[in-house]
């Protein structure tokens, strides 16, 4: 059970008894702020549900999306994360569940009916909730996990969308400012800030803010650059603890396959190092807010199995380096449709059933980043035009973020927004028609009962969250 609110001393957090608490869990992303390759759909979150509106008309809209919402997670979903030990849910959201971009700073008392209900239901089994931002006004970052559908991210250069932000965190520390079993705030997922200065500026404001309504919850503040660098940071906030994402891309197709040499693991180790950085050297509690693998799927992959053990055995390396510095953690993905989750669509379910030929097409055409797969016809548009760029512009793949090269840039822009979202009436399409009931039985397909657990995965997050304190 809670001790009181958590709290920073020193490089630790600390429940009111002083004593340390190390926060392991996982996200549920993809439900309160809809990822592509999580749930099927192609292009961003606004124009999905836009496309959804038009083909089922108001009252089947809202109807599918509050069943969809509810049956992604329910009691069932918190006894299973607690039975494997683990203690921390972080809950992304989009800024629209709250408020209009033509109605703004009206707040939607209705945007709190599913996030409530999963506070209080992972409270109930004892499990803290960490309530994070993923998408804000004008976006925070050029990537479609902020529901940017352009390679902008206005936030920066708009003091009204700031603002917003800030007004919004306010309203939301005002609710949940009482509740101990919400470790805190996240208000920036995966920041990019081409100037590096204002995204610290903008964390010394809404810390000021939030502070002057709540003054029990810790900021979890992610670093710049997708939570991956630090220039800029030059002080510690009070009761902060800074974040960072530590993905490999080892545990990803396009990268090396990981067979646990011993210059791998040195690798992994000094990739976590110099993310961390900023907080060893300001002796502050560390947070890898996202780190995970996507697994290779048993009906097309040949290797399937082999892949996966290696990528376990990734998982499971990485944990040994966040428990050897004793940080806390939170692994991307709770639950999705086969690629990433903790748990996943039953390929039986008739969401996956009726998405399939859609799911097919997106990994013929490449229309999501992280479902991806070798093909020849994509591949043969794509290199000539990245070669041409890079020959006439060679500073062109230094452009910001400058994690990313040419090909990720034209990728980007061309193909997970441009051409992804000229196919999201055909995803629409697929739910024409349908009743009530047809809805419903698709909601259905993501409720704990109906979804396949991956044990492998389990396994390792067991055993990793009953490691020492």
Same mark, same amino acid.
């Given at each position: 059970?809670?001790?009181?609110?958590?709290?920073?001393?020193?490089?630790?957090?600390?429940?009111?008894?002083?004593?340390?608490?190390?926060?392991?869990?996982?996200?549920?992303?993809?439900?309160?702020? #809809?990822?592509?390759?999580?749930?099927?759909?192609?292009?961003?979150?606004?124009?999905?549900?836009?496309?959804?509106?038009?083909?089922?008309?108001?009252?089947?809209?809202?109807?599918?999306?509050?069943?969809?919402?509810?049956?992604?997670?329910?009691?069932?979903?918190?006894?299973?994360?607690?039975?494997?030990?683990?203690?921390?849910?972080?809950?992304?959201?989009?800024?629209?569940?709250?408020?209009?971009?033509?109605?703004?700073?009206?707040?939607?008392?209705?945007?709190?009916?599913?996030?409530?209900?999963?506070?209080?239901?992972?409270?109930?089994?004892?499990?803290?909730?960490?309530?994070? #931002?993923?998408?804000?006004?004008?976006?925070?970052?050029?990537?479609?996990?902020?529901?940017?559908?352009?390679?902008?991210?206005?936030?920066?250069?708009?003091?009204?969308?700031?603002?917003?932000?800030?007004?919004?965190?306010?309203?939301?520390?005002?609710?949940?400012?009482?509740?101990?079993?919400?470790?805190?705030?996240?208000?920036?997922?995966?920041?990019?800030?081409?100037?590096?200065?204002?995204?610290?500026?903008?964390?010394?404001?809404?810390?000021?803010?939030?502070?002057?309504?709540?003054?029990?919850?810790?900021?979890?503040?992610?670093?710049?650059?997708?939570? #991956?660098?630090?220039?800029?940071?030059?002080?510690?906030?009070?009761?902060?603890?800074?974040?960072?994402?530590?993905?490999?891309? #080892?545990?990803?197709?396009?990268?090396?396959?990981?067979?646990?040499?011993?210059?791998?693991?040195?690798?992994?180790?000094?990739?976590?190092?110099?993310?961390?950085?900023?907080?060893?050297?300001?002796?502050?509690?560390?947070?890898?807010?996202?780190?995970?693998?996507?697994?290779?799927?048993?009906?097309?992959?040949?290797?399937?199995?082999?892949?996966?053990?290696?990528?376990?055995?990734?998982?499971?390396?990485?944990?040994?380096?966040?428990?050897?510095?004793?940080?806390?953690?939170?692994?991307?993905?709770?639950?999705?449709?086969?690629?990433?989750?903790?748990?996943?669509?039953?390929?039986?379910?008739?969401?996956?059933?009726?998405?399939?030929?859609?799911?097919?097409?997106?990994?013929?055409?490449?229309?999501?980043?992280?479902?991806?797969?070798?093909?020849?016809?994509?591949?043969?548009?794509?290199?000539?035009?990245?070669?041409?760029?890079?020959?006439?512009?060679?500073?062109?793949?230094?452009?910001?973020?400058?994690?990313?090269?040419?090909?990720?840039?034209?990728?980007?822009?061309?193909?997970?927004?441009?051409?992804?979202?000229?196919?999201?009436?055909?995803?629409?399409?697929?739910?024409?028609?349908?009743?009530?009931?047809?809805?419903?039985?698709?909601?259905?397909?993501?409720?704990?009962?109906?979804?396949?657990?991956?044990?492998?995965?389990?396994?390792?997050?067991?055993?990793?969250?009953?490691?020492?304190?």
């Amino acid at each position: 059970m809670a001790t009181g609110f958590l709290s920073v001393k020193g490089d630790t957090i600390v429940n009111e008894d002083g004593e340390g608490v190390v926060l392991r869990g996982a996200a549920l992303g993809g439900w309160m702020n #809809m990822e592509n390759f999580i749930t099927g759909f192609s292009g961003h979150e606004a124009q999905h549900r836009a496309a959804m509106l038009q083909a089922l008309g108001p009252e089947k809209y809202e109807f599918f999306f509050d069943k969809w919402l509810e049956y992604f997670f329910t009691e069932a979903d918190a006894q299973f994360f607690a039975e494997l030990g683990l203690n921390c849910l972080r809950l992304p959201f989009n800024y629209r569940h709250f408020e209009d971009d033509m109605n703004p700073r009206v707040l939607k008392e209705s945007g709190f009916k599913h996030l409530d209900r999963v506070v209080n239901l992972c409270a109930e089994k004892g499990i803290y909730t960490i309530l994070d #931002m993923h998408a804000v006004p004008g976006g925070q970052n050029p990537d479609w996990h902020s529901d940017n559908p352009t390679g902008y991210a206005a936030f920066w250069d708009y003091k009204d969308h700031q603002d917003r932000t800030v007004w919004l965190w306010e309203q939301i520390a005002l609710r949940y400012r009482n509740n101990p079993y919400v470790a805190g705030y996240n208000p920036l997922n995966e920041p990019c800030d081409p100037e590096h200065v204002r995204l610290p500026a903008f964390y010394e404001r809404v810390e000021q803010a939030i502070r002057a309504v709540d003054g029990n919850h810790i900021l979890w503040l992610d670093g710049n650059t997708f939570a #991956m660098e630090w220039k800029g940071f030059d002080e510690v906030l009070p009761n902060c603890v800074y974040a960072m994402h530590d993905y490999s891309s #080892m545990g990803f197709p396009t990268g090396d396959r990981y067979k646990g040499t011993a210059d791998q693991k040195a690798y992994l180790e000094r990739s976590y190092l110099r993310k961390a950085q900023f907080m060893t050297e300001n002796k502050t509690p560390v947070w890898n807010g996202e780190f995970g693998p996507v697994y290779a799927d048993h009906t097309i992959d040949v290797d399937a199995e082999t892949v996966n053990q290696e990528r376990y055995n990734l998982l499971g390396d990485q944990l040994r380096i966040y428990d050897k510095y004793n940080i806390s953690w939170s692994i991307w993905l709770y639950k999705d449709i086969g690629l990433q989750g903790m748990i996943y669509t039953n390929p039986e379910s008739k969401w996956n059933k009726t998405l399939k030929p859609f799911l097919d097409k997106k990994k013929d055409f490449w229309l999501d980043k992280w479902g991806r797969r070798p093909a020849s016809a994509p591949e043969a548009a794509l290199r000539p035009l990245v070669d041409w760029i890079d020959s006439v512009s060679p500073t062109a793949k230094d452009t910001y973020p400058t994690s990313w090269n040419t090909e990720l840039h034209v990728m980007r822009n061309v193909f997970y927004t441009f051409l992804a979202a000229s196919f999201v009436d055909d995803f629409a399409a697929l739910f024409r028609g349908m009743s009530e009931k047809d809805l419903e039985e698709l909601a259905r397909s993501f409720h704990f009962e109906g979804c396949v657990q991956r044990e492998g995965l389990n396994r390792i997050l067991r055993d990793h969250a009953h490691a020492s304190k």
